[in-house]
């Protein structure tokens, strides 16, 4: 085994694309949810202002999707071909909906009659509602498992990945996403729309904290293997505490106008979550509860050493220069949304 | 009936990428035609280039978020229906493509939001430092995709483990990867034609604007710059195409077998400069130049040829008289483009560019040439590579993912067809309205826009 710093090359990278699916759900996540939102939005001044306040970043935030997929591929080869081959229509259909996305944020500002806005709106809408539902089912059905064959090849049919537990996480991504998006736009924006964001992401806390009790309970309930390694190891109780204080925070939060606190509040909680995951799932990538000799681990479907040691090498030298640009884009265009002649 | 899921996940495959391949070129030519833009507005500090810039950097956005939208579905395209493929290829594509979303896509896509929105945000020099981190990216993202892809056509730095289901190419050598035998005659070919693709989309627009006597002080030096960028490129690409040229023959002579319809593996072999394969009687008739082919190569007229013939039947590409068609349709549209700015050129030279109507609707039209030669250089490449998806290594039909049915893509296929069809048209649409419009009045009706919103709105006021 190659390690780097004791710790096995495998499971460096292991955590280089939960970081990489950590940052993907929180930057992507708050756009989403804006987009989610979006309807909720009655004038079109407001309307314009929220998409002027994630255009300038959300191209950027879809390249931690990308960067993900490509170190999913590299790193866990059998792991990306098994998980994409398995999730084909839902897969398809997230898909077109980060394409339509694109699209309707691109295309809305072309045209001012009402007819083409509203039609994109809609749109925009639809298409960020479809995207948080797929990914949130996608990794509830990756935190339940699913049936595998020797060749680590999905065996089931896809009308599998609508399970309850699939559709509860799908869910309950959507209400985070939400709630994440409607603090981000209260960031961003002044006056009465402000005021508006407040109230939703007052009542998309209560949604969130509905669906994710409901969630837990049915976890605690059918899934043991989702909560094995919480019950052995005690101290890991300090995450879902970290994640009860994120989100009790944000109340709090709301009703100090602090909205910069609460965005914190919302990225901790989306992070907590998915290290939760990762926890428990660990060291499964896609666990397959029927034969768990089939299930596609950490080890089993890693690429080679000499290719961990490029990958390591790349994300060492990589990372950092992305987290600057990140940085100075986020800097450039800072403080509450002004629209001007380069808005959308 | 269903077809089978091969030829269905081809289909696919070949469809959703090159709808892709229309914009990314676009972006990298129009990226290296804003920095030259932006960089004669800083230098000069002329008006004229500012509206220029600013005009193009419109039509930047729209190219660059359709080139990212369907970007996104071929990354994940090789999971989705080549699953086989992607743990065969996984160690050694995979750096590749991490490579290429940390190092470029990443770069690329941060400062985007400084070139479109930071016009009136960030001084002028940080504009310029964007446009230029943009267009670098965008060319940095080429790299990736192009190794990648040159590794499929002449494999080095790896070597084979397990057999069989489980067999898979493992890295050996990071750099003998990156440039594979065909590597860097491709990435250059693929970026001419990049530059290629935007200097003749300004061409086109502007030679419509002088036509129609309009926006002329922007439209004319911005047609010089244009054509200076198209006369220079496309003569160099007739020097990298050869030498692309050289290298298939060297590293995969069963595609330049095909390439050429040459059967006969005794015989000279002559270039076609055009013609038509019969696969059946294994003939190639057409108009040629005796020995072309062989002196292309040996330097020699009578140099026999590895021809078709000295391939296994299973290991020949199965569509000769396709890859042939495609291969001279690409070479006819190359040297399109090199009369064609030569001619402009010398008018420009004589000082009567401008008033040559049928010159400037030839130039409206050229729009199509680059697009049309880049599509069908990659369709030889990709047809000629046939039955291989790794030369030599892994046939296509052994590619597949196992687990997706005809059924699904069959599904996935109408869902693209009908939405890249939708795509297009509004592609099409906005890309009038935004010529329409014109330079001029762009940032002149945008300032009044935004007075106008301003004044009804409260929400705006500080």
Redesign the interface.
């Known amino acids: 085994m190659e390690t780097f710093l004791g710790i096995d090359y495998n499971i460096w990278w292991f955590l280089v694309f939960g970081a990489v699916i950590s940052g993907y759900a929180i930057l992507d996540g708050f756009d989403l949810g804006a987009g989610a939102l979006h309807l909720f939005l009655k004038k079109e ?2 309307r314009r ?1 929220a998409i002027n306040a994630i ?3 959300f ?2 935030n ?2 931690w ?3 993900g ?3 999913l ?3 866990f ?2 792991a ?10 839902p ?2 259909v997230f ?2 909906g ?3 996305r ?2 309707s ?3 809305r500002s ?2 001012p009659m009402l007819w083409w806005r509203t039609t994109w709106d809609i749109a925009y809408c639809v298409s960020s509602i479809v995207i948080a539902l797929t990914l949130g089912l996608m990794l509830g059905n990756i935190a339940l498992g699913m049936p595998l064959n020797e ?1 680590h ?3 089931g049919n ?1 009308l599998y990945f609508f399970n309850p537990f699939g559709i509860l996480i799908a869910i309950t991504t959507l209400a985070l996403f939400m709630l994440h998006g409607a603090i981000y736009l209260g960031m961003k ?5 402000y005021t508006k964001l407040t109230i939703l992401a007052k009542n998309f806390t209560i949604f969130f904290v509905i669906s994710f009790a409901l969630s837990t309970f049915y976890t605690l309930l059918y899934i043991p293997h989702l909560s094995d390694e919480i019950k052995t190891h005690p101290v890991l109780f300090v995450l879902p505490l970290i994640m009860t204080l994120a989100i009790a925070n944000i109340p709090r939060c709301l009703k100090k106008r602090n909205f910069r606190l609460a965005f914190l509040s919302s990225s901790v909680t989306i992070a907590a979550l998915l290290i939760l995951v990762a926890v428990e799932v660990f060291p499964n990538l896609v666990y397959s509860p029927q034969f768990p000799a089939n299930s596609i681990t950490v080890h089993n479907a890693a ?2 050493h ?2 961990m040691g ?2 390591l090498t ?2 060492l030298i ?2 950092p ?2 987290l600057l ?2 940085i ?2 986020f800097w ?2 800072k403080g509450k949304v ?6 959308l | 009936m269903l077809m089978d899921v091969e030829v269905l996940a081809r289909i696919q495959f070949a469809f959703t990428i090159a709808f892709h391949y229309i914009y990314p070129p676009l972006s990298i030519g129009l990226g290296l035609v804003l920095v030259i833009m932006e960089g004669m507005y800083l230098k000069t500090g002329n008006k004229v280039y500012e509206q220029m810039t600013r005009f193009w950097i419109r039509i930047f956005a729209l190219i660059f978020g359709i080139g990212v939208a369907t970007g996104i579905i071929m990354e994940f395209e090789f999971g989705t229906n080549w699953a086989t493929y992607s743990k065969y290829v996984g160690d050694i594509f995979g750096s590749a493509l991490a490579a290429e979303g940390i190092f470029a896509f990443a770069l690329e896509s941060g400062f985007l939001g400084i070139l479109l929105f930071g016009w009136n945000r960030v001084s002028s020099g940080v504009h310029f430092f964007s446009t230029i981190m943009v267009f670098f990216g965008s060319m940095f993202s080429a790299v990736w995709i192009v190794v990648a892809n040159s590794w499929q056509q002449t494999p080095a730095g790896f070597h084979i483990v397990g057999e069989g289901m489980h067999a898979r190419a493992e890295i050996t050598d990071f750099w003998a990867m990156v440039y594979n035998p065909s590597s860097t005659d491709r990435m250059l070919h693929v970026w001419i034609g990049a530059f290629l693709a935007g200097a003749f989309l300004v061409l086109s627009i502007n030679a419509w604007y002088i036509l129609k006597n309009k926006h002329l002080a922007i439209a004319k030096p911005a047609f010089k710059i244009a054509l200076t960028v198209a006369t220079v490129f496309s003569l160099a690409q007739l020097v990298v195409g050869s030498k692309s040229a050289e290298g298939v023959a060297k590293n995969q002579p069963a595609k330049l077998a095909a390439m050429e319809g040459h059967y006969d593996s005794s015989a000279k072999a002559p270039m076609y400069l055009m013609g038509w394969v019969n696969k059946q009687k294994q003939e190639t008739h057409g108009l040629k130049i005796p020995g072309g082919l062989s002196y292309l190569i040996y330097g020699d007229f009578n140099a026999p040829v590895k021809g078709l013939n000295s391939f296994k039947k299973d290991e020949q590409p199965p569509q000769v008289n396709a890859v042939f068609q495609f291969y001279h349709i690409m070479i006819a549209v190359g040297i399109s483009m090199i009369l064609l700015s030569l001619l402009a050129c010398w008018y420009w030279k004589k000082g009567t560019l401008f008033n040559k109507k049928w010159l400037m609707w030839l130039f409206v039209w050229s729009v199509l040439l680059p697009q049309i030669g880049n599509e069908c250089g990659w369709f030889t490449a990709e047809i000629g590579r046939q039955p291989w998806v790794v030369y030599g290594l892994l046939k296509t039909s052994d590619a597949l993912s196992k687990t997706v049915t005809a059924h699904q893509v069959v599904f996935s296929l109408i869902l693209f067809a009908l939405v890249y069809a939708l795509l297009l048209v509004l592609f099409l649409f906005l890309l009038n309205r935004k010529i329409q419009h014109g330079p001029a009045s762009a940032a002149a009706d945008d300032d009044e826009l935004d007075a106008h919103t301003k004044r009804n709105n409260p929400l705006l006021t500080h």
Request: proline share 3%.
């Open positions: 001044q407001s202002i255009g300038p970043m191209d950027g879809e390249v999707l990308v960067i997929g490509g170190a591929f590299a790193g080869p059998v990306y071909a098994a998980i994409f081959s398995a999730f084909y229509v897969f398809m898909l077109m980060i394409i339509f694109a699209i944020i691109e295309f072309k045209e060749a090849e999905f065996s896809w924006t002044e006056s009465r729309l690429a080679s000499k290719t490029i990958l790349i994300a990589g990372t220069l992305v640009y990140t100075f884009v450039t265009f002004k629209l001007d002649e380069m808005s």
